[in-house]
């Protein structure tokens, strides 16, 4: 089963081994890329849909190129979301102080490159093959009470969406194509101000899976401890004003592994300075520099100041 393979290469990344990685980016239309050291070949993919059969012919070489993002992750046997038809979907779960987080990294290998590396044109059941020295990917801490990495079961914060379409309105259970910019936004308005980057191009805090995730742009296991380590209590502040946290984790709980971070106001959880500190040191690492190869580009290079 081409699961299975894949899962063995990942299963045999060292716990040390090292990215050949360079700049982070954001364009234009805010899908995040990572440059490689290295370009890569792909394939041409059926518009149907990307086989975990045609992702053999090329997983093993990227594994090498960014093995710390892999590190510990499996292959999920079925994508979540389900309609990410072009991407592998890498997933590992991590523990925390009172949930647990399942990372995911979505790498999507549907063409998006310009023609010029082009190997062979498309068709109307193929996207082209190309190469290209760019990997396109979401990267999400998802809280879940759960204790294996599949099938993902999110910690919901809200069961469904009503959206408005031709003057009606449609309930869905479903996040396939649906629109959660709106929630997002609604999110970030519960967050101190806490970082350097503008939420209009990249929020930290992201609605999906039918809940509050956290993006980390830089996920080796270094990074990914250190996220964990702060977004569980903001997680904890976000949630307190969508559900009745107190019945599912009581607050003196929390309180209790998170001594001197919490005061409650109106059944809801607010920081106190400490925790408000953690959230500064953490976030104000993050910034965009951008020379004129990117404003012409529309690109934005993510920078993370060393610790």
């Not at 899908?31 to 059969?53: A, G, H, Q, W």
């Not at 760019?134 to 993902?152: A, D, G, M, V």
């Not at 408000?276 to 953490?282: D, S």
Request: charged share 15%; net charge negative; hydrophobic share 40%.
């Amino acid at each position: 089963m081409s699961t299975t393979v894949i899962n063995n290469m990942l299963n045999a990344i060292p716990s040390n081994a090292a990215n050949k990685t360079g700049g982070m980016y954001i364009n234009i239309v805010k899908n995040e890329f990572i440059i490689l050291d290295n370009e890569i070949k792909i394939p041409r993919i059926p518009v149907t849909s990307l086989s975990y059969n045609d992702a053999l012919t090329f997983i093993p070489d990227i594994i090498p190129l960014i093995p710390a993002f892999l590190y510990n992750h499996i292959l999920l046997q079925q994508r979540h979301p389900a309609n990410e038809l072009h991407s592998l979907h890498f997933v590992s779960l991590l523990q925390g102080g009172l949930v647990n987080f399942y990372h995911i990294l979505r790498i999507d290998f549907k063409f998006g490159g310009d023609s010029s590396s082009i190997i062979e044109p498309g068709s109307n059941d193929y996207y082209p093959s190309y190469t290209t020295n760019r990997l396109y990917y979401k990267s999400r801490l998802i809280p879940t009470l759960q204790y294996s990495p599949e099938p993902i079961i999110p910690m919901k914060l809200i069961q469904s969406i009503t959206t408005e379409s031709d003057q009606f309105f449609h309930t869905y259970a479903l996040f396939d194509d649906i629109d959660t910019s709106k929630i997002t936004r609604e999110l970030n308005t519960l967050l101190p101000d806490i970082d350097t980057i503008p939420e209009s191009l990249y929020p930290f805090v992201v609605f999906d899976y039918y809940t509050a995730c956290m993006n980390v742009i830089y996920p080796d296991s270094h990074e990914l401890a250190w996220a964990i380590a702060v977004y569980e209590p903001l997680f904890f502040i976000i949630a307190s004003h969508y559900i009745d946290l107190n019945t599912i984790i009581p607050y003196h709980a929390i309180k209790k592994a998170f001594p001197d971070f919490f005061h409650t106001a109106s059944d809801t959880l607010m920081p106190e300075d400490i925790l408000l500190n953690i959230f500064q040191t953490y976030f104000k690492r993050f910034s965009f520099s951008r020379d004129e190869q990117c404003m012409l580009k529309g690109w934005w290079q993510f920078v993370i100041a060393p610790q």
